[in-house]
Antibody, heavy 120, light 107 residues
Framework: QVQLVQSGAEVKKPGSSVKVSCKASGGTFNSYTISWVRQAPGQGLEWMGRIIPILGIANYPQKFQGRVTLTADKSTTTAYMELSSLRFEDTAVYYC?????????????WGQGTLVTVSS | SYVLTQPPSVSVAPGQTARITCGENNLGSESVHWYQQKPGQAPVLVVYDDNDRPSGIPERFSGSHSGNTATLTISRVEAGDEADYYCQVWDISGDCVFGTGTKVTVL
């Protein structure tokens, strides 16, 4: 069955960077996009961008442009999200989620989430 | 990008029907997807493309999209339906937009 397994929790200092991984199994990695969605404590879901692994092309909402970098390694079917210049307000659970490459598709599988805590 | 407004909370007695709206009349013709999120868990897709259900999702979950508002309906509500629910669309620029979220409480 399809699984997205994310890396473990991280504690980072303000100004540093964090890189979270998302390993996909059980599906055809190149047939999907991988998005990253975060959720601050007690808050809603916020989309951070997506990558098309087969093309290596990523797009980001304006809020995260320049601070988020999405990459994917087709050989290991693993996607990565790197967030730089961390601030206290970046403390959140970060999820990867899969969607078809066709337009306007839903997220049918999600990773288990990775808690990133930004603390001095 | 725009904001998809949902009611912050909906309370419903077991066996009754819960309705959650999305958009407050600013939704376009985009396909709407709905997710259920229980505490400490990742979201789960419950309705996609306005009114389709993934396999394994009970028929009690249904969706509709009329004019500028989409609605998720949960019929014959059970205690296990207590969760947060989010609508989601892809906007015209290709960005993903989530609704503000609705907490469903089963009385």
């Amino acid at each position: 069955q399809v699984q997205l397994v994310q890396s473990g929790a991280e504690v980072k200092k303000p100004g540093s960077s964090v890189k979270v991984s998302c390993k996909a199994s059980g599906g055809t990695f190149n047939s999907y996009t991988i998005s990253w969605v975060r959720q601050a404590p007690g808050q809603g879901l916020e989309w951070m961008g997506r990558i098309i692994p087969i093309l290596g092309i990523a797009n980001y909402p304006q809020k995260f442009q320049g601070r988020v970098t999405l990459t994917a390694d087709k050989s290991t079917t693993t996607a990565y999200m790197e967030l730089s210049s961390l601030r206290f307000e970046d403390t959140a659970v970060y999820y990867c989620a899969r969607a078809s490459t066709m337009a306007a598709q839903p997220f049918d599988y999600w990773g288990q989430g990775t808690l990133v805590t930004v603390s001095s | 990008s725009y904001v998809l407004t949902q009611p912050p909370s909906v309370s419903v007695a077991p066996g009754q029907t819960a309705r959650i709206t999305c958009g407050e009349n600013n939704l376009g013709s985009e396909s709407v997807h709905w997710y259920q999120q229980k505490p400490g868990q990742a979201p789960v897709l419950v309705v996609y493309d306005d009114n389709d259900r993934p396999s394994g999702i009970p028929e009690r979950f249904s969706g509709s999209h009329s004019g500028n508002t989409a609605t998720l309906t949960i019929s014959r509500v059970e205690a296990g339906d207590e969760a947060d629910y989010y609508c989601q669309v892809w906007d015209i620029s290709g960005d993903c937009v989530f609704g503000t979220g609705t907490k469903v409480t089963v009385l």
